[in-house]
């Protein structure tokens, strides 16, 4: 959305959560205002539905979509929909909606890797104003490799302490401030040291 705009400061760019689509819907059917939802969401360039996984079993809300994703596909404009699972795998979705989504490109977006985590730190950083060091950030990334929000939310921890005592952003620091959110070490008894052991010696335990 925010590309768009910058390539085209006067498109029609509207982002929106599944929910809040499904809620706006609802308030305008109770309160008889279906035509000001209508232009709301076919008079734009672009549509962005976020979650669409949602809409599984609300029937109401996908025939309305049904014919607002029609609106928009047939004026030539752009419908962008995310979800946590593909099409197909949504429970209750109308057969004909699942054909539409299925029908333009799908991209199956990964989790970042270790380097990519790291990027995403170090410009976080730079718009907190804030230095950070790179055995930091492989330090910040290696240990939150599921979630973005959850790596900025730790590194947000990190730049809230540091802008308010001074300490310099240091391993120890992010270990200190982040020792609620970081996974505890994993305890190992003997017998797992080793067969790990005699994995990498490629002997067997009997042996060693």
């Not at 309160?31 to 672009?46: G, K, P």
């Not at 308010?164 to 020792?179: E, F, I, W």
């Amino acid at each position: 959305g925010h590309r768009i705009l910058r390539m085209r400061p006067d498109a029609r760019v509207a982002y929106l959560t599944c929910e809040e689509f499904t809620n706006d819907f609802i308030r305008c059917v109770r309160d008889n205002r279906m035509q000001e939802f209508r232009a709301r969401y076919r008079d734009v360039d672009v549509l962005l539905l976020d979650d669409v996984q949602f809409l599984g079993k609300k029937e109401a809300t996908q025939e309305e979509l049904f014919h607002t994703f029609n609106a928009l596909v047939d004026a030539k404009k752009a419908v962008v929909l995310t979800s946590d699972v593909l099409p197909s795998s949504i429970e209750g979705l109308e057969p004909r909606l699942r054909s539409r989504f299925q029908s333009g490109l799908m991209a199956d977006i990964h989790e970042p890797d270790l380097e990519m985590r790291c990027a995403i730190l170090k410009k976080k950083a730079r718009l907190e104003h804030m230095g950070l060091p790179d055995e930091v950030a492989v330090f910040l990334a290696q240990r939150f490799s599921k979630s973005v929000r959850e790596l900025e939310g730790a590194l947000v921890k990190v730049a809230a302490v540091h802008s308010l005592t001074g300490q310099p952003v240091t391993l120890d620091l992010c270990a200190d401030v982040l020792s609620d959110m970081l996974p505890a070490p994993r305890a190992l008894d003997a017998e797992q040291i080793q067969q790990a052991v005699a994995r990498y010696f490629q002997v067997t335990v009997d042996e060693l």
